[in-house]
């Protein structure tokens, strides 16, 4: 089992950006990809981006352009960049390292989660 730890979340307008970061309990990169999810309230789970063991990367359409994320193989950490941010991107985002990635992230291990807040 690995532990991760998000941080990064907050309340920000429209157009701005944030950047989380989702910290692993030691170096499983070569060996998992590392997904970021969001869920709304009253809204299913839903996978915004994600990083495979080789670096490539895959994103949700809703995301495209806007968002990307990447990885620090020296700190044991996956990052989600956010621009242009979006009221509809309000969710809480939460980090997956699975060796098996599903669009509603039914394998892995997960972190507590950090609340995005996209308001003027």
């Known amino acids: 089992q690995v532990q991760l730890v998000e941080s990064g979340g907050g309340l920000v307008q429209p157009g701005g950006s944030l950047r989380l970061s989702c910290v692993t309990s030691r170096n499983i990169f070569s060996i998992y990809a590392m997904s970021w999810y969001r869920q709304a309230p009253g809204k299913q789970r839903e996978l915004v981006a994600t990083i495979t063991s080789s670096g490539s990367t895959n994103y949700a359409d809703s995301v495209k352009g806007r968002f990307t994320i990447s990885r620090d193989n020296a700190k044991n950490t996956v990052y989600l960049q956010m621009n242009s941010l979006k009221p509809e991107d309000t969710a809480v985002y939460s980090c997956?390292?699975?060796?098996?990635?599903?669009?509603?992230?039914?394998?892995?291990?997960w972190g507590q989660g950090t609340q995005v807040t996209v308001s003027s």
């Open positions: 997956n390292a699975a060796q098996v990635v599903t669009t509603k992230g039914a394998f892995g291990s």
